[in-house]
């Protein structure tokens, strides 16, 4: 519990917290619940003498996304990022107090007291902002780092391809889709009620300013995650291409050794047939390396030629010493 606007924080039981909901003017109280709830477990609005609230849902496990405002309460369930999974903080607002609640720990709501002294809230509605304001931090954070992890992959990438890189890139694509599907449901819940909130006229001008910081936001955030997804989807796309480059590459090599065998695996078809002209006719050994040696060696001419003209033996070698380049970069320490 911290009460404000002194910011002093305190801890106790939960008979504690009922008082101070009760009596106090001005009060952020945060209950940590344990992450498997116990059979016949006691409602937490009954503990905490919120049954006229209308909140029998909170503290409840798979609360889906909610944000809702009825009268003087606002109720909210807010998703936010806590390292490789998403974590739900329920939220009751007042004009008198600010109550969050949780399963297991929360890093969310350090970060939020810890910012109490500079932000100086005014009131339970600010700090609620406030909240919502380090939830929608903590999908940027989350964001932002993935986004660089794709982008470094796709560079390392364009150096030498491992498995290990579609790996990662698949984990990340996941942490994308992740942050989309928890944040897109609430996010559309929240516009809607407070856009339809700040068209009221008896909206503070204050807190207006406050909802349009928030949806401000948001909406950029929103924005990174699908920057997110579109980056992940790239470079899939890009390690793709640089496959099928690489397996092109070698397709054109083992069809220019195949055509310079050619020519001795069709003589030694050919003399390998036992047909009457072949036994009778050609019997002189200038012949034999005639027809042996010389059609290897003028055919080999040929296929020499022509893939000088086209260039492509030069793009195989070009491609080669890039190969070893990339070799001699990766054992240089």
């Known amino acids: 519990m911290m009460s404000m606007p002194e910011g002093a924080l305190t801890r106790g039981p939960v008979s504690q917290a009922r008082e101070r909901l009760a009596t106090s003017r001005f009060l952020f109280v945060d ?12 409602s937490l609005t009954h503990l905490l003498g ?55 720990p929360a890093p969310l709501i350090g970060d939020v007291t810890a910012r109490f002294p500079r932000e100086s809230p005014p ?20 964001a932002v780092q993935a986004l660089l992890e794709v982008e470094d992959l796709e560079d390392a990438m364009f150096r030498r391809r491992e498995p290990e890189q579609l790996y990662r890139l698949a ?19 929240a516009e809607e009620t407070v856009t339809r909130r700040v068209m009221n006229r008896g909206f503070q001008e204050e807190r207006r300013q406050l909802v349009r910081e928030y949806r401000r936001t948001a909406n950029l955030v929103l924005t990174d995650i699908e920057s997110l997804q579109e980056t992940a989807r790239r470079a899939f796309g890009s390690y793709s291409s640089l496959v099928s480059g690489d397996r092109n590459g070698v397709i054109n090599r083992l069809a220019v050794v195949s055509t310079i065998f050619l020519p001795l695996t069709f003589l030694t ?28 060696v003028l055919f080999l001419l040929a296929a020499l030629y022509v893939l000088h003209r086209t260039r492509l033996w030069r793009r195989l070698r070009e491609d080669d010493s890039d190969f070893d380049d990339e070799q001699g970069g990766r054992s240089t320490p």
Do not use: K
Not at 72 to 80: H, K, M, T
Not at 171 to 189: E, G, N, Q, S
């Open 269 to 296: 078809g050919f003399f390998g047939m036992n047909f009457a002209y072949l036994t009778d006719e050609l019997e002189s050994r200038a012949v034999f390396w005639l027809l042996a040696v010389g059609l290897q």
């Open 123 to 142: 009131d339970s509605v600010a700090m609620l902002f406030l909240l919502l304001d380090e939830a929608m931090e903590t999908y940027r954070r989350a």
């Open 50 to 104: 919120l049954e006229a609230e209308d909140v029998a849902w909170l503290g409840r496990r798979e609360e889906s996304a909610r944000a809702e405002i009825f009268g003087d309460s606002g109720a909210f369930v807010v998703p936010a990022v806590d390292a490789d999974r998403v974590i739900h903080v329920h939220a009751l607002v007042t004009e008198r107090y600010l109550l969050t609640v949780h399963r297991g």
């Open 171 to 189: 984990r990340l694509r996941r942490t994308a889709a992740l942050l989309h599907h928890t944040l897109l449901p609430y996010h559309r819940v």
């Open 31 to 42: 209950v940590e619940l344990p992450e498997d709830s116990a059979p016949g477990e006691p």
